[in-house]
C-alpha cells in the first residue's frame, strides 16, 4: 500500500485461496483492458468475461494475453458453457478451452438443466485438466431451490473437484442467494455456511450493499464475484474499512465504542439544534 495506517485487516496475497475478488468483462475494450489492469491487476484474482460476450469481443486473444501477463485469471462464463452443452457441442467446448489456453474452467446449469450427478461427472472430467469453478442456482427467479438442495450441490459438487463452488446472483444482484430487490435471503445463506465452508464459496455480489452485508458477515477474506471493472478500488476500499459502510468493523472496540459515542452525541446536538 502507498503508506501506513493501524488497524487495517490483513489480505491474502495473490495467488490466493480466500480474499478472492472475480472481475466481471461485459466488453472492455483492448484499450479499457490496458487500463482496468493498470488500475486494479494487484486487487484482481479472476476475470470472467460475462455470459457469451466471449463470442462477439474484439481481440479476444490479446485480451486474454493481458489479463495472464498481469497475474489475473481469465475465464468463460457459465452461459456460454451451457450454449456449447445445449447444443451437443460439449467435446468443442474443450477444444475452445485449449484453443485460447484457458486453465480456468466454469460449469453452470443456471439456464438450462442438467442432471446432476452428470454435472458432478462433468466436473470430474475437466478437473483433469482444468481447475473448475461451478456455479450453483438458477438465473431464474420463478425457480425456487431449497437450503438443503443448495447445501446437497454445492457439497457434492466440491467434492467431484470443483476448486469454488459459485453462489447465483447474476449480474443484476436479484436472484439466487438474493431476493427481487438485492437483499440477502439471510436464512438461506446462513443455512449453507453452517454445512459448506465459506471459504469454498465464491458469491456473486455485484450490488454495494450485498459486499458490504457479504464484508460484515465474514470479513475482509470473504470471496466475491460479478464486481465491475470500476468497482474494483472501491471494493477493496470496503474490504479494508476505509468507507463508511464498514469503518467500524476493523476498529479495536473501544476505538470503535467512543467514536460512535461522539458521532451519536454530535447528532443529537445538531437535531436540538435544528
Known amino acids: 500500500m502507498n503508506f501506513e495506517l493501524p488497524f487495517i485487516p490483513e489480505r491474502s496475497a495473490k495467488p490466493r485461496q480466500k480474499g478472492i475478488t ?16 493498470q488500475a486494479s ?15 462477439v469481443t474484439n481481440d ?19 452461459t ?46 475437466m478437473g483433469k485438466n482444468f481447475t473448475v469453478l461451478s456455479e450453483v442456482g438458477s438465473k431464474d427467479a420463478g425457480i425456487l431451490i431449497s437450503p438443503a438442495k443448495w447445501i446437497k450441490m454445492m457439497s457434492t459438487e466440491l467434492e467431484a473437484g470443483s476448486w469454488k463452488v459459485i453462489a447465483e446472483g447474476r449480474e443484476a444482484g436479484n436472484v439466487g442467494v438474493f431476493r427481487p430487490n438485492g437483499t440477502a435471503h439471510t436464512m438461506l445463506i446462513n443455512r449453507i455456511i453452517a454445512k459448506v465452508a465459506p ?3 465464491l458469491w456473486e455480489a455485484p450490488q454495494k450493499n450485498q459486499q458490504v452485508w457479504f464484508i460484515k458477515l465474514f470479513g475482509a477474506e470473504v470471496n466475491l464475484g460479478n464486481i465491475g471493472p470500476n468497482e474494483m478500488i472501491p471494493l477493496e476500499c470496503l474490504r479494508l474499512g476505509l468507507r463508511g459502510d464498514t469503518f467500524f468493523e476493523f476498529l479495536p472496540e473501544d476505538y470503535a465504542i467512543r467514536l460512535k459515542q461522539v458521532n451519536d452525541e454530535v447528532e443529537e446536538e445538531e437535531e436540538e439544534a435544528e
Not at 60 to 78: N, S, T, V
Not at 82 to 109: M, P, Q, T, V, W
Open 80 to 125: 456460454l458453457f451451457e450454449a456449447f452443452y445445449a447444443r451437443g457441442k460439449f467435446e468443442d467446448y474443450l477444444r475452445l478451452l485449449d484453443k485460447y489456453k484457458l486453465d480456468l474452467a466454469e460449469i453452470s446449469d443456471g439456464s438450462i438443466i442438467i442432471d446432476h450427478d452428470e454435472k458432478c461427472d462433468l466436473i470430474r472430467r
Open 22 to 37: 472475480m472481475m466481471m468483462d461485459k466488453g472492455l475494450s483492448l484499450n479499457e483492458t490496458a487500463d482496468f489492469i
Open 199 to 201: 471459504e469454498s464459496i
Open 41 to 55: 491487476a494487484h486487487l484482481t484474482d479472476l476475470v470472467k468475461f460475462g455470459f457469451g460476450t466471449a463470442y
Open 60 to 78: 479476444f486473444q490479446k485480451k486474454i494475453d493481458l489479463y495472464k501477463e498481469a497475474g489475473i485469471r481469465p475465464y468463460l462464463g457459465g
